[in-house]
């Protein structure tokens, strides 16, 4: 029997090894390589893999989440984690989330045989009734999305019976989610709002989600569980905030019966998508305002943990758009923005002498005294404590220079 693995590790001689030492033991088997979980999300979306190893600390998002969203869209996949981090946590929550086995770097090529083997043994002896099973369930699955699709398009359904899918989505909502990433390529954002999406659906829920098209998706669903459509929408809107690194508008329609309004909906969700994209524009003013509000919040709380992801959230932009939206109003990143307003109040605290150096650092939003004279002296290139003693030079020079 051969099966098809990949390795995702973005250490080459890691993922390299891993190859040869399989190929040595096994000729037969498709062996594949990506270095990042975008590459490994392209790979799984064309081949049929059968084994996924894949190292925790991963480009894009860690090896844990991948495996996680991955597992949704493709369940006979057995998955092996790699990790350089022996401590119980790590492979507790591996194996929580699926994991058949937990490999400790460097790899050595008896546990790797031995996990192979398994693993080979394991998949051998499912049942070709069971894949049958599998096979039909996923293409009743792709059939639905597939009328759902030429419904959202307006598109004719020829003569096939509706009966089932009106009588179990008798009351709906649509929900469609717009990535804004310009000419970049938003393929493995894409697969992780699928994913999100269909989690979400199924803990609240029945439904399903379509892509749309490149940058978008579309979800059908029902409400089973109490808290609403808010509450629904909510919950959306922060696993995507958590997830995504690029700007996305979210719109909910209300509460339908009739499938028939599907495409007419679909097209108003774009145009209020597109509204909502144009009104975030700094040109159109509202991107300004939000930035302004940004800007007084982080006057007013510097002094505390203010990251990023807190400021976007006091003005209600998802953090990937308020980083970019704060770089093109203020022409500075936010985080250069937040430590040249710390310095700036730290040098005026330094000028009074009955501060220690650890209060200064405190009262500007360091806990750590010894990252604050880092901090400093790479932007004003000395410490605080020569700045200090500078300053009271130049107020001593004009005193001297009068006797």
Not at 5 to 21: C, K, T
Not at 85 to 90: G, I, M, R, V
Not at 237 to 244: D, I, N, R, T, V
Not at 251 to 280: D, H, T, W, Y
Request: hydrophobic share 40%.
């Amino acid at each position: 029997m051969s099966l098809d693995i990949l390795i995702a590790d973005d250490e080459r001689a890691i993922r390299e090894g891993v190859r040869r030492s399989i190929r040595r033991n096994w000729p037969d088997f498709g062996l594949y390589v990506a270095a990042s979980t975008e590459e490994a999300v392209k790979l799984m979306g064309e081949q049929r893999i059968d084994i996924v190893l894949t190292d925790i600390l991963m480009p894009g998002i860690n090896g844990l989440e991948f495996m996680k969203i991955m597992k949704r869209k493709y369940p006979h996949v057995k998955w092996v984690v790699i990790s350089a981090h022996s401590e119980f946590s790590y492979a507790q929550e591996a194996v929580r989330l699926g994991a058949r086995d937990y490999l400790l770097k460097p790899i050595g090529k008896d546990r790797l045989y031995e996990v192979i083997a398994g693993l080979a043994q394991e998949i051998a002896l499912e049942s070709e009734e069971s894949k049958e099973r599998a096979r039909l369930i996923a293409n009743l699955k792709y059939l639905r999305e597939g009328v759902f699709q030429r419904l959202a398009f307006g598109l004719d359904v020829g003569n096939l019976d509706m009966g089932s899918f009106i009588q179990e989505y008798h009351d709906y909502y649509l929900l469609l989610v717009q990535m804004n990433a310009g000419d970049r390529s938003v393929r493995l954002e894409h697969f992780i709002v699928e994913n999100v999406l269909s989690e979400l659906i199924d803990g609240h829920g029945r439904g399903f989600v379509i892509s749309y098209d490149q940058t978008s998706l579309l979800g059908l669903f029902t409400l089973e569980r109490r808290g609403g459509i808010e509450d629904f929408q909510e919950k959306v809107k922060a696993h995507l905030s958590h997830y995504l690194k690029v700007p996305f508008q979210i719109v909910v329609s209300g509460q339908n019966r009739n499938i028939k309004m599907i495409p007419k909906l679909v097209f108003q969700m774009r145009q209020a998508c597109m509204s909502q994209a144009s009104e975030l524009e700094p040109l159109k003013g509202s991107g300004e305002k939000a930035i302004d509000v940004a800007l007084e919040y982080i006057k007013k709380h510097y002094c505390e943990d203010l990251s990023l992801e807190k400021t976007a959230a006091a003005v209600f932009l998802n953090p990937a758009y308020f980083s970019q939206l704060f770089k093109q109003i203020t022409g500075q990143g936010y985080k250069e923005y937040v430590t040249t307003l710390r310095l700036e109040q730290a040098k005026l605290l330094l000028m009074n002498p009955k501060l220690r150096l650890a209060e200064v650092a405190e009262r500007v939003g360091y806990q750590d005294m010894r990252h604050f004279t880092q901090v400093f002296r790479k932007r004003v290139q000395m410490t605080p404590t020569e700045y200090r003693q500078q300053q009271n030079i130049n107020i001593l020079v004009p005193r001297e220079g009068k006797l």
